[in-house]
């Protein structure tokens, strides 16, 4: 059992879930849209989003305790390494243009971590996007959308449509409603000047904004012009999913609650289209 355990906190501490997620979210866009299937751009959305998260979560402790880094830590780092290098690799094989579109999510995903910017602009003295009161949220929903949504387009060389412009709001705003469980349980951690949307307004007005949020993606899907049966069905499923995960989320929550649980929902998300197609 402890084994199972230790395995389970390294697939979630190595970002190894939340980079399933991801790649879960590109792969619905390849299916929403009918592309062709690309591995080599899902691979690198995978080893890309492992290497930026660990990078992002681990860069202070690995830069000022590197000596004395825990024996899981230097694990992580190890697998971080690999996967960098299987990164660069199936880089080499994506076009020219999705690289620079990427390139402009991997910047802002660089400063969201490194200090860069005058103090004054932040809550601490970290100085990264990520220290901005009420930026959070929206920047990791952005590259989310961009990446998710935009990429598989973009490797493919195909047109943007208004569908997709659709779409990749819906992507957003989604990804907002899927990080409120995180903001929640995170209230207990987090400094009260980092502005979070639980910290303004409150736990249950967050959880009906989401609510709203989620009803708002459906509706926004009648605006498309291309409307399938199927995806709506799938997409009504796991807004209800998301929906009663948002509602049972406490700040006092299970420690695997958010980071599996929730975080799995594009995972569930895929399999269902899969699963019809």
Known sequence: MTLIKQFLNFYINSSIHVSLAVCSLTWITLIEYEIPFDKNLLFFVFFASVTGYNFVKYYGIAKFHHRGLASWLKAIQIFSFFCFIFMLFYALKLNTKTLLCILGFGVVTFFYAIPFLPKHFFVDKKQNLRSIGGLKVYLIALVWSGV???????????????????TSLQRYMYIIVLMLPFEIRDLRFDNLKLS????????????????????????????????????????VLINLCTLIALWLAQINQGKYYSSFWVEGIPVLWLMLLLLIN
Not at 148 to 166: A, E, G, R, Y
């Open 196 to 235: 979070t949307i639980p910290q303004k307004i409150g736990v249950n007005k967050t959880k009906i904004i989401g609510s709203l949020i989620l009803v708002s993606i459906f509706f926004l899907e009648f605006f498309k012009d291309e409307l399938s049966l199927k995806l709506l069905v799938v997409m």
């Open 148 to 166: 998710t949504v935009l990429t598989p387009f973009i490797n493919n060389k195909m047109n943007l449509s208004v569908d997709v412009f659709i």
